[in-house]
């Protein structure tokens, strides 16, 4: 190592872990991402040993060493030496401290991610051979067919739908800033791993990344300022311009790869283009008072530019390769038509564009669609498209003009990406879906009656909330239908929640004629409002605009499903199984009713908000609830976990194109139907003591305040993570106006995670069973699905730090009740599952948990340091101003350093 300096390695490579662990640990972890990991720590030890001096490596390692040994248990360090280290720091080297553990994370986690790529790219993704049926598309096909039959099967396909749902929900703790160092390191590193590289290209390749890297250290990690809306429309435009436009054709010619089986001669793809995307960045109001109508606007003009800029790339570059002489491949009269249409539109651009592609039809007229493109975005009436489906008729008619050329090849080739893209993304890229609280409406409506009544003026929201409906009018009317025409509305507790849209819709626009197509969906959040579902579902479907709506759309309707809050109000458990019954229920309502449904999942990033593996939790739903539809929230840092990697995207969304076509699959749907009816008596029992259990807990007397002090949520909301407020309201005595999100990053912070399991251990031991648990765990996919996340939170907490975060709030009958919890449900979920040890299942995962988690404990001690040093002043004349800023900037820069290592949020 250069100047004698010492690096941040991986636990594995630590010289002062226990030898055993060491070795078992080393075995765990593949030999290319250690390598990764360790070339990444010596740099960053470098740049520390550069900025900050050799003392602050040395301090760095030392704290390493500690809770390395402490976290193996090896009786060479204990937490309590690394707390004493800890305390022993400045201020301002605990800060540089916390900065360096944050800087190793994000490294280790881009080094992961390069390590998942190198593992996907080296599969084969058209084998069906030795993968489970969500593994891969291949699978799930030969699978459905083996069931189904094949002509059958490739019907489903055919009527496949995902719609991820974009989401501004502020669970992504790292600035833009930090993102983009990132991105050009993990570029960097992936240049590193060519074997192809020589050695002064190697050499240039370690300078640059010694360059960046020391940018990373030397970045502020915080944001000074709140995102705004529209700066949280970029950042996802981001997502879109590096990686969505490209993945998606791709993921299609996967699929239809597949589909062909061994002709691999050019033909016209079967795959159809069944993703659509939406967004509620920029039109989620719920909570929100900085998204407005003019925000709203500004979002669909911001996605529609980056789109339109998307196709008009693509399709210039494909007019410009596509030199096809006409004696060769003669042009089609159906494409000598459309180039004298073209011709008539504009004389000038067609007789420029026929001297540079002379006799060269197909071209000719597809740069002239690029040209028409631009003038889309430009909004030059004269030459723009009128809608994405003028687009597509021009580009299939010079696609059908090639095939009757004899050019099979370039019809079905770029071309028929171009043609994908445009029925993926339109002109508007995602549709952005209105959010608001059904309270607000309420307040509204009564705001307008007394107007009509002569009792005043609307007030502001008031006057926004109409404003809103007339922003949605003009969004159809510029970009289509499709553009904006889902309303969701928060908390729907009745049908004239329902009603109350369409009435403000009329009166918006005058009348309800004038009113703007829309799809109301209701928003089933709270355990008492999934129960009562159903029954409103059955009155909705009568009301006059819905009625009339069914019959525009052949009686689709979508119903969405709250995760988040269901959870923070009867706990984990009763939640999980709360909404697998609603979801049955509504399935069988919309049976019965002859409605084409689509069930709506909130689910977040963290398992406290429904979160994990999504391709398990479709296999996991009841009969007849999937259908070959899924639509999920994806959000915050699960975004560019997702997407952020060409690689890893086109793998994410062919795992759930698998699973929502296997959950289709008879197998699947009597498997889940026989388990539910089996262990129903189970489930009750589950039910019924988790929720007595949570209530015990968060019905305690002072719970809110004492939640507030022995977990960061007070300075969580400081933190600048999102536009969006973390309360409701203001109060700090009940959790009823906290947002799920807070309430789960809070926990998560204090590594506890207790949104993601309490109540679990009391209802197993309840039940005291193995037998019967083990087989429910065998049998029961949903069942297994919730100890497999409850496994994978506990994996997270640590009951020595949790222990010293409770001690904080000097109430050891909650404390106590916590702890005794963890330890019963860590206990009896390994029963459940019959193994020996926390992720037993799960090599991967269970290496990334172990990898991170001493560095997690570093950072925790930090945030301790800080929190305890905060809670205990009672008096704040006992700490000057400049100290409490200092001691609330440690914690906040450990909480994004916590959340960088633990890999989520809320």
Known sequence: MTNGAPSIHSPSDASDDAPAARDQRSGEVPEALRADVRFLGELLGRVLAES????????????????????????????????????????????????????????????????????????????????????????????????????????????????????????????????????????LVAEHDDPRLGALARQENERELLAEIDTLWRTAPLRSNRPTPLDEVRTAMNIFDQTLFQVIPRVYRLIDERLAGADATPRQPEARAFVRFGSWIGADRDGNPFVTS????????????????????????????????????????????LWQRQRALTEELTTD?????????????????????????????????????????????????????????????????????????????????????????????????????????????????LDVFRVIAQLQNRYGVDAARRYIISFTQSTDDIANVYRLAAHALGSAEAAPVLDVIPLFETFDDLKASTDILEEMIRLPEVAKRLEQTGRRLEVMLGYSDSSKDVGPVSATLALYDAQARIAQWAKRNDIVLTQFHGRGGSLGRGGGPANEAVLAQPPGSVDGRFKLTEQGEVI?????????????????????????????????????????????????????????????????????????????????????????????ESLEDLRAIPWVFAWTQARINLAGWFGLGSALAAVGDEKLLQDAYRDWPLFRTLIENVEMSLAKTDDRLARRYLELGDRNDLAD?????????????????????????????????????????????LQLRALKALRSQNDAASIDETQQDELRRLLLLSVNGVAAGLQNTG
């Open 640 to 732: 560019f976990a997702q997407y952020g990697d060409p690689v890893v995207a086109v793998r994410h969304l062919e795992q759930i194109a698998a699973s929502t076509l296997m959950a289709s699959a008879p197998s699947i749907g009597e498997r889940n139907a026989r388990a539910a009816e089996q262990f129903a008596d189970l489930a009750a029992r589950l039910d019924e003591v988790s929720r007595e259990r949570f209530y015990q807990l968060v019905r305690s007397d002072g719970f809110a305040p004492w939640f507030g002090l022995v977990t960061p949520q007070e300075e969580i909301g400081l933190l600048a993570l999102g536009s969006r407020p973390a309360r409701r309201g203001l109060s700090l």
């Open 294 to 337: 003019k925000i709203t606007r500004r979002a669909a003009a911001i996605a529609s530019e980056h789109v339109l800029l998307g196709l008009e790339h693509a399709t210039d570059r494909i007019g410009r390769v596509l030199t096809l002489d006409a004696r060769d491949t003669p042009p089609s009269s159906e494409l000598l038509d």
């Open 817 to 861: 009740l916590v702890l005794e919890e963890m330890a019963l449900t860590r206990e009896w979920a390994l029963k459940a599952s019959g193994a020996s040890e926390l992720l037993a299942g799960r090599h991967v995962l269970r290496r990334a948990v172990r990898l991170r988690s001493p560095y997690v404990d570093a950072l925790s001690l």
């Open 353 to 465: 564009v026929a001297t540079r592609s002379p006799n060269e039809p197909h071209r000719r007229v597809l740069l002239v669609a690029a040209e028409r493109i631009a003038a889309t975005r430009k909004r030059d009436a004269d030459l723009a498209y009128e809608n994405p489906q003028a687009l597509l008729d021009d580009l299939r008619v010079v696609q059908r003009s090639l095939v009757q050329a004899g050019d099979e090849r370039n019809a079905y080739g770029e071309l028929q990406h171009l043609i994908w893209q445009v029925e993926t993304f339109g002109f508007h890229l995602a549709e952005l879906e209105v959010r608001q609280h059904s309270k607000v409406h309420r307040q509204t409506l009564a705001a307008i009656d007394a107007k009509e009544r002569g009792e005043g003026e609307l007030d502001d929201m008031s006057s926004e909330v």
């Open 52 to 187: 900050g001096g050799q003392d602050l490596l040395e301090d760095v390692e030392k704290l390493r060493a500690l809770t390395i040994g402490a976290y193996e248990r090896n009786g060479e360090a204990s937490i309590e030496d690394a707390e004493e280290l800890v305390a022993g720091f400045s201020l301002e080297r605990a800060e540089q401290v916390a900065r360096a553990f944050t800087c190793y994370f994000h490294l280790v986690n881009l080094a992961e991610e390069r390590h998942r790529v190198r593992v996907l790219l080296a599969r084969d993704p058209w084998s069906s051979d030795g993968h489970r049926a969500t593994e891969s598309f291949a699978s799930a096909f030969a699978a459905l067919s083996e069931e189904v039959g094949d002509d059958e099967a490739r019907e489903r396909v055919s009527n496949l739908e995902f719609r991820p749902v974009l989401t501004a929900h502020p669970t992504e703790a790292r600035r833009r800033a930090v993102a983009y160092a990132i991105r050009r390191i993990s570029e």
